[in-house]
């Protein structure tokens, strides 16, 4: 039951405990937000991170009278970490794209796609949606 009333307590009180998690991280925060996007647009396997959520409440502490976080350094630092991360997961696109597309083993081959004849064309849209199957 006290897990239940911790779990509440967090939840209506989620912008103290956000205040207090950046005052006691410091420069840290900033880090952690520059990882946590640079992760979710740069790693194939890493968009379940927050990071809407996680932009929505830097932009909120940012706006808060205490100044936790300056807007402006949070701006430049998510640009960078946004930028870096598209041309990072760029990269791993194309280095493993074509491994992993062109292989006869792997469940993303496009060569049986390829082989199946097309549908007439005067059904192009309702082809391309019957066109795997």
């Not at 239940?4 to 005052?23: C, E, G, P, R, S």
């Not at 379940?48 to 409440?57: I, R, T, V």
């Not at 300056?70 to 991360?85: D, K, R, Y």
């Amino acid at each position: 039951m006290e897990t239940m009333y911790q779990l509440l307590n967090f939840i209506l009180h989620l912008d103290t405990h956000l205040i207090a998690f950046v005052t006691s991280y410091g420069i840290w925060t900033y880090a952690l937000l520059f990882m946590v996007i640079f992760c979710e647009t740069g790693l194939v396997v890493t968009p379940f991170l927050p990071g809407d959520s996680l932009l929505f409440a830097a932009g909120a502490l940012c706006a808060t009278t205490n100044n936790i976080l300056n807007v402006n350094t949070l701006f430049i630092l998510l640009t960078i970490a946004s930028i870096t991360g598209n041309a990072l997961n760029y990269l791993i696109g194309r280095f493993l794209g074509p491994k992993v597309f062109r292989s006869e083993r792997s469940i993303f081959s496009i060569k049986p796609m390829v082989a199946k004849p097309l549908l007439s064309r005067d059904l192009s849209p309702l082809s391309v949606l019957l066109h795997p199957l």
